[in-house]
C-alpha cells in the first residue's frame, strides 16, 4: 500500500475563520463611502452645535460648534483610517479589535449628525440618556435570550414575554396602585410564557423555534383581544398604571454628560444595571452557571456527571422569563401611560439579535441593545430637528442598524454547541 499524502490546503487559501474576519473592514469601508457619497452629492452649509451640559451639572461644559462641511470631511479622512487599521489587521492574521469598531462607530455618528443636524442644534445628553431608557426592554430581553441559549432553548419567544409582560404591568399595576406590583405582575407573565415555552421544547420535543415564533403569534392575539374586550371597557380601572419616577442619584447624577445620561433615570434603569452584573457574575463565577453552560454545551456529559439537564434547562428558562417580563413593563410602567395592541413592535427580535451580535454573553448583548437603543432614539432626535433624511427610513434606521451589526460585524461565532437541541435521557 502507498502512503497517502493529506491534503494541506494552498497557503493563501482564504479559511472560513479569515472570510468572517474580512466581514467588518469591508462593512466598514461601505459605510465610510457611503458618508462621503452623502456629503459629496448632497453638502449642507451651516455649523452643527452639540450641546454637552445641563443646568443642574457640577459645571458646565461649553458647546461645540462645528462647520458640517469641515466636519463631515474630517471624519471621513478619521473613517478611511480606521477601515485601513482594520484591513491591516486582518491581513495580519487578526481579528479587528472591538475598540477599532466602537471607536468607528463613534465617528461615524458624529460626521452623520454634521451632516443631519447643520444648522441646527444637537442635544446630546437627550440622546444619549433617551437611548439608554428605550434600550431597556432590549436589555432585559437580551439576558433572557442569553439565559435560555447558554441552557439549550432557543428562545425565540422573548417579544411574546415582552408583551405579556406589558400587558400583565398595565392591569395589574392599575388594579394594585403600585408600580412594584406592575412589575412583579409582569415578571410572571414573562415566567409564564417561558414555561410553556419549556413545556413544548423541553418535555415534548417539539421545535424550539416554531414553539417560539406560535406564542408570539398567540401573546399578540391574547393581549389584543384582552384589550380591546377588557381593557377598553374599564381604562380607568384596568389600563391606567401609576409611573415610576425618575431617581438622580446624589452626586453621581451631577457629573457632567455621564450623570444625566446614567444616573437620573429610572429604577427599572438601575435595576438593569444591576441584572447585567448579577447574570454576568452568576453565568461565569458560580456552580450554577457552570452547569447552565454545561448543559447547553453538552447535556450527555452534564447528565454524566450528575446533572439534571431538563430541570437545570428549565429554570434557566424560568429566571430568563422573570428577567424578559421586566423588560415588558418598561412600556407600560416608564415609556406609555397604558398599554396598547402590539406595543413592543417587534422588539424582541432586535433582542434576539443582540444576543446573536453579542455572541451569547450577557456584557456584550447589553452593548448591542444599548447600539439599538442608540439607533432608536436617534430616529425620533433627527425628526424633531427636521433633518432632511427621509421619515421612511428614520423608522428604518434601528432595523438597519440591527442586518448591517449582526450580517457584516459579528464576524464567525458560534453559539451553545447543544442550543436548540432537546435532551433525551438514555
Known sequence: MTEKTPMVP???A???TNRGALKAPIVL???????????????????????LATDSDFFELPEVTVPST????????????????????????????????GLFAVLAMIGFLCWAAAGESVPVIGLLGGSIALAVPLVFGALGGVLGERAGVVNIAIDGQLLFGAF???MFGTIIGSPWGGLVAAMCAGALVALVLGFFAITYFVDQVIVGVVLNVLVIGLTSFLFGQVLTENPEGLNSPPHFERIPIPVLGDIPVVGPVLFRQTILVYIMYAAVALVAWALYRTKWGLRVRAVGEHPKA?????????????TTLLIAGLIAGAGGATYTLVSVPQFGEEMTDGAGYIALAAVIFGRWDPVRATLAALLFGFATNLSGVLSV????????????LPYVVTIIAVAGLVGASRAPAADGVPYKKG
Open 10 to 12: 494552498a497557503p493563501d
Open 14 to 16: 482564504p479559511t472560513a
Open 29 to 51: 469601508g461601505v459605510v465610510t463611502v457611503l458618508i462621503a457619497l452623502l456629503a459629496g452629492f448632497k453638502g449642507r452649509s451651516g455649523d452643527t452645535t452639540f450641546r
Open 70 to 101: 469641515a466636519g463631515i470631511a474630517t471624519m471621513v479622512v478619521l473613517l478611511a483610517i480606521c477601515t485601513a487599521a482594520a484591513a491591516f489587521w486582518v491581513s495580519r492574521g487578526r481579528r479587528t479589535p472591538v475598540w477599532l469598531v
Open 168 to 170: 400583565a404591568a398595565a
Open 302 to 314: 452534564a447528565d454524566t456527571v450528575g446533572i439534571k439537564v431538563n430541570r437545570t434547562r428549565y
Open 385 to 396: 430637528l427636521g433633518s432632511p433624511v427621509p421619515s421612511q427610513f428614520m423608522l428604518m
